[in-house]
Every structure is written in structure tokens, then in C-alpha cells.
């Protein structure tokens, strides 16, 4: 018997349907605790937040998004501190925990996370090449955060980050 492959819109939508299959699980904790979300976005400029609204009454638990592309943006928005992002640059754990934080703090969100990262093509050095993503979550009172190197185009970095985002988020909600 060979082996069945599946076509790359058969795959896509396998990736849809496990993006919505999380968004529903994450949108169902929050409820469950009437909590809010707060995204602050920086690469993914907004996907997260625009992935969460997707879902039909998704304001009852998604309070606001902060695309904070540039490093004044974090500073204004967010309250990161300009010298914490000279210090680490803007791609770091300190700023990624930061903004994670910033998030909560400049909303009436219980639950936030932050992703910041090098999408490329450009951008990208040897201590923080293409596909570098740090990401944060707030989640009782608890600030988590971790690195991932994502492969592959911009678009390709972007969607990875936006679904490692979500897929850490659930994990990181009490059932």
C-alpha cells in the first residue's frame, strides 16, 4: 500500500483547522476564568491579534492588541524603557518580557504575550539571524518567556510564530 500524501491545500487546511481548534480551547480558559488577552506584537505585526478575532465572539475574552513594530512604538505604548532595548536590542528576552508585561500594564487584560523577532529577508546578524522569535506570556501573575529559530521566508517565520505563540499560550492556561 503506498503511502498517502496530502495536497498542499489538504495541508492548509489541516494548519487552519488546528489554529482554530487552539483559538477555541484558549477562548474557552479565558471564559472559563473571565479573563482578558492582550497581544503585543512586533514581527507578526497584528497577525496574533487578527487570528484571535477571527473567532466569532472573540470580544467577550480578547481585550486588545498593541502592534508595536518599531522600538518607540514599544517605548510608547508598551512602557519598554529605551534603555532596555539599546542594552539588548529590540529581538531579546528582557524586551520580549517587557512588552509582555507593558502589555498587561497598559490594559485590563489578565493574560498577555508578546513576540518579537527577526521575520527577514533582512535584519538578521549572526547572534540573531532570520527566523529568531522571542515570545512572552503573562499568565497568573507569571512571566514566561523562550526563544525559537523558525525556517523558511518571511511569511514562513511569521505564521510559525503566530502558531507557536497560540499553541504556548494553551499551554500555559490552567484547563
Known sequence: MAPTSLSKSELL?????ALDANLTQISLRLLARRHLLATAESCTGGMIAAACTD?????????????????????????????????????????????????LAHSRAQVSLAVTGVAGPTGGTEAKPVGTVWFAWCVGGETHSEMQHFAGDRAA?????????????????PA
Do not use: C
Open 13 to 17: 487546511e489541516q494548519e487552519v483547522q
Open 55 to 103: 473567532l466569532s465572539g472573540s470580544s467577550q475574552w480578547f481585550e486588545r492588541g498593541f502592534v508595536t513594530y518599531s522600538n518607540e512604538a514599544k517605548a510608547e505604548m508598551l512602557g519598554v524603557t529605551p534603555g532596555l532595548i539599546e542594552q539588548h536590542g529590540a529581538v531579546s528576552e528582557p524586551v520580549a518580557r517587557a512588552m509582555a508585561d507593558g502589555a
Open 157 to 173: 517565520v511569521r505564521t510559525a510564530t503566530l502558531r507557536y505563540a497560540l499553541k504556548r499560550l494553551l499551554s500555559l492556561l
